[in-house]
């Protein structure tokens, strides 16, 4: 336990302390390089912000209309024949949206249901296992200008699927036993 705290507290200075001595011995200028890279990524933040803005205002307009509860209610029968618990639904349906709302989501049931339910626990297997798939595409496709992500989402939504059951699977096979 304490050669994972060691590595945890030393691992980013030795990352960069590294990358400082690779550049000197290779005679790179990094404090140069560090601010190109930054002056482009202010480019690229200018470039992504409007879809950023239509994706958070989707989110925002789906939650407070009341779609979220319809969604949620009409997924129900599929989410049973996964075992999916019906409290875990809204992750579900959400975790592939927004990352924040998602943890908030999560936060509120681990305060409702306690960490160590089982409820706490695949709600934590689950954030584990996925990831905010519209947020990455919009992010990163949009950072490069990559505009057809169809096959890309697909690949996406069905890995947070299989993810998502195999995170009920395993935990009904260990924590309820």
Do not use: Q
Not at 2 to 21: K, M
Not at 96 to 103: D, I, K, M, N, T
Not at 125 to 145: D, M, Q, R
């Amino acid at each position: 336990m304490n050669i994972i705290r060691l590595v945890s507290d030393y691992a980013i200075p030795v990352i960069i302390l590294l990358i400082l001595i690779t550049g000197l011995c290779r005679n790179v200028k990094v404090y140069d390089i560090f601010v190109e890279g930054a002056k482009d990524s202010i480019t690229t933040v200018v470039r992504i912000i409007p879809t950023l803005v239509g994706l958070f205002v989707a989110i925002g307009v789906f939650r407070a209309s009341g779609a979220m509860d319809l969604l949620v209610f009409a997924v129900r029968p599929i989410a049973r024949l996964f075992n999916i618990p019906s409290e875990v639904i809204p992750l579900v349906l959400l975790r592939p949206v927004s990352g924040s709302a998602s943890l908030a989501l999560v936060s509120d049931m681990l305060k409702t249901f306690g960490p160590d339910s089982f409820i706490g626990r695949v709600v934590s297997a689950i954030v584990g296992s996925s990831e905010t798939i519209f947020y990455v595409l919009t992010v990163y496709c949009g950072a490069v200008g990559i505009k057809r992500i169809r096959h890309t989402l697909l690949a996406a939504l069905m890995a947070s699927g299989v993810g998502t059951v195999v995170s009920v699977w395993i935990c009904t096979l260990i924590f309820r036993s």
